[in-house]
């Protein structure tokens, strides 16, 4: 039995210039959109990608509105409809929080296809870069969540990391937020990436690696849930699972759909050129 440690003393607030304030979560997002564009870029100029570098700059307008307006609409139909349906201008009040991965990932996707069909590009040949460059953002994303102390997990002394988190009554918790950043963040970019620069054969099949991002992401996000304390507004949705496992379960099948029909480049290329 532990009794848990006390949650460090950490200022959701990065920065006061004036009347500007800059959250650590606001960070989250600026340095992993723009740690994802630089690493993206390096990835085009090593293995002559069709998503050229120039492509890469032009789209980092697109993803970023797909995250945004995506995470955003995610939160509002999967986590909260009824109480943004009585309250519509809440909508957009983003800086009291409220977005959603799975949201930002629709987002994200609708923003790939359009581009793609616009540049004339393989879309799953974007979403393979997209899928290594991914867990950077996800990493910071749930540092902010632990900065913030919020998303934290279920009550616990089985463990001896268990902390105590202000606002969640005396018991000490999972910093489930950590869990999150590990598995989603540095384990999920390790093994995408290790993929990439090392194994030529799956970097050419195109759809492969973001299938495998679907799928691991969703394994990762399904087992933490079950130290994350569940939302309180929501509980859990079916039998055990929370609305967060429930959102993984179809994003893991598409990612086996898109993993078994993923085919190499040069196969692709004899199919358009016959057509």
């Given amino acids: 039995m532990y009794s848990g440690i006390p949650f460090p003393n950490i200022d959701p607030i990065a920065l006061h210039l004036g009347i500007i304030v800059i959250r650590w979560y606001s960070l989250a997002y600026i340095f992993g959109i723009v740690g994802a564009w630089l690493l993206a870029r390096k990835m085009s100029e090593r293995t002559n990608s069709v998503f050229t ?13 797909g ?20 309250n519509p201008l809440q909508i957009f009040a983003v800086w009291r929080g409220g977005m959603s991965f799975h949201g930002g990932l629709l987002g994200v996707v609708i923003a790939t296809v359009l581009f793609a069909r616009q540049k004339k590009i393989s879309a799953l040949a974007m979403g ?6 991914a867990p950077i953002g996800l990493f910071l994303g749930r540092l902010s969540n632990f900065a913030n102390a919020e998303l934290y997990g279920r ?24 869990y999150e950043a590990g598995l989603e963040g540095v384990v999920l970019f ?11 054969k799956i970097r050419n099949r195109n759809g492969f690696l973001f299938g495998l991002f679907l799928i691991l992401y969703g ?17 859990l949705i079916i039998s055990s699972l929370s609305m967060g496992q429930v959102l993984c379960i179809p994003m893991i099948l598409i990612g ?15 199919i358009t050129e016959k057509e």
Wanted: glycine residues 6%.
């Fill in 155 to 178: 009550i616990t002394h089985a463990v001896p990391w268990a902390m105590i988190f202000p606002g969640a009554g005396k018991e000490p918790r999972h910093p489930s937020q950590l």
């Fill in 53 to 65: 570098v120039l492509k890469i700059d032009d789209f980092l307008i697109w993803v970023t509105l």
């Fill in 256 to 270: 086996v759909w898109i993993l078994s029909h993923s085919s190499p480049i040069h196969k692709l290329n004899k």
């Fill in 128 to 133: 393979d870069i997209l899928a290594c460059v």
């Fill in 67 to 86: 995250i945004v307006l995506g995470g955003r609409l995610g939160y509002v139909l999967f986590y909260n409809a009824h109480y943004f349906y009585e």
């Fill in 190 to 200: 390790c093994i995408l990436n290790t993929l990439w620069w090392f194994f030529p």
């Fill in 219 to 235: 394994i990762f996000r399904f087992g933490v849930e079950y130290t994350r304390e569940p939302d309180l507004h929501l509980g």
